[in-house]
């Protein structure tokens, strides 16, 4: 006898990032606004009125009409806000639903188990009204069989007033080829050449055909939207192979001392977060970037060094770092990006021993605790190494173009917002 696997459910918060902006500020509610990339670049996140300006997505500023820009509301991109909202909505989640998958920011997955089917759109209702009427965010519920299927009905729900749909067969015959979740622009385009213009299409297309032309991961979405599932839920994060901090500049630099500041905060946090997964690194990559849209000389270095002995250490973290930067600086070059990468991760409680070297170090353990805890408490930069520039008061030369950043307003004590 087959077992009936329970369905699942796609939580999706609408225009997450305006929509976290307007929760502060309701001036900015019902008019067009955007929400910048890294150094105020391009758009990353579009109110509904935004885009029927004609606003698209990743469109850089400085091309969007003067007339349209003038009738644009803008925000520098606050991930820490955003990231604070997201694990609200998260623990509003689990109060809910057996399994909870945190896919990205503003997308969970979830488990309908042990929900009565005649209770499913009740109880996805009642997530989409806490989160709205908790933490303020308009949130769509897409319900079916599979990954895929439940991103169909969260893409078809964002078209109801009732913001939630449980995905039907029917719906695949008009839901378009481009807009099914993994098949992607590039595939698309081929698919509707060879007359593949619906989700329904794809479902009846020949596997064997699928495979040979487009591989295996566009075989996986058909099983899926066919009802098959491919991908449970991971109620856990997957292991990391890497943990990656970079930056663009806001404006290019020369100096070699900027460089390896800007490099040195970037490698403290990177320990951070490797500190925070219980893991260790066994190396460090370090890489470097001129401005891919200048017409000065052209250099991307990248070099890793490769510790004695995996280590979360921010120390000898930031010592390699700092080595390798030293090792790539060229004078009269113009640095516009930098990055540190931590590689060959293990956790922290499964070390190969050496003969030669220590293989944990208590007292390294203790003050990276302290270091965390302190940051934990006070703000990130509270506590950080003279090399670095992490202290949140500290505006270095490389530092990101925001000008138009909100507040911390949950996440700084100095900028709650106070009732009156």
Known sequence: MSVVQPLIGLVDGNNFYCSVERIFDPSLRNVPMLVMSNNDGCAIARSNE???????????????????????????ANFALYGDISA???????????????????????????????DRRKVAAEARARILRWVGVPCCVG???????????????????????NVRRTDL???????????????????LAEGITTADDLVAADPRAIQDRYGVVLVRTQTELNGVRCAELQDAEPERQQIVVSRSFGSEIHSQNDLAQAVATFAQRAAEKLRARKL???????????????????YHPSRTVRLVMPTSDSRTILEAAQAATAAMYRPNIAWKKAGVGLVDLSAEHVQQADLFAQVRNPKSERLMA??????????????S???????????????????????????RWDEILTAR
């Open 370 to 383: 302290v270091l965390d805890q302190a940051n934990q408490k006070f703000g990130r930069g509270s506590m």
């Open 143 to 165: 319900i079916g069989p599979t990954k895929t299927l439940a991103k169909m009905g969260n893409k078809i729900a964002k078209g109801t007033e009732q913001g939630v749909w």
């Open 88 to 118: 609200r909505i998260a623990t509003i989640l689990r109060d809910l639903f057996a399994d909870v998958e945190v896919y990205s920011i503003d997308e969970s997955f979830v488990s309908f188990k042990g929900i009565r089917v005649q």
């Open 173 to 191: 015959g008009k839901f378009p080829i481009g807009d099914v979740w993994g098949v992607g622009r590039k595939f698309a385009a081929r698919l």
């Open 280 to 298: 260790t690194a066994h190396g460090v990559w370090v890489f470097l970037h001129t401005n891919p849209f200048g017409n000065a000389q052209q």
């Open 385 to 411: 190494f003279a090399s670095s520039s992490t202290a949140p008061d500290t505006t270095a030369a490389w530092a990101m173009r925001q000008e138009h950043l909100s507040r911390s307003f949950t996440t």
């Open 50 to 76: 935004a885009k029927a300006l004609g606003v698209t997505m990743g469109q850089p500023i400085h091309q969007i009409p003067s007339h349209i820009r003038k009738q644009l509301h803008v925000r520098s």
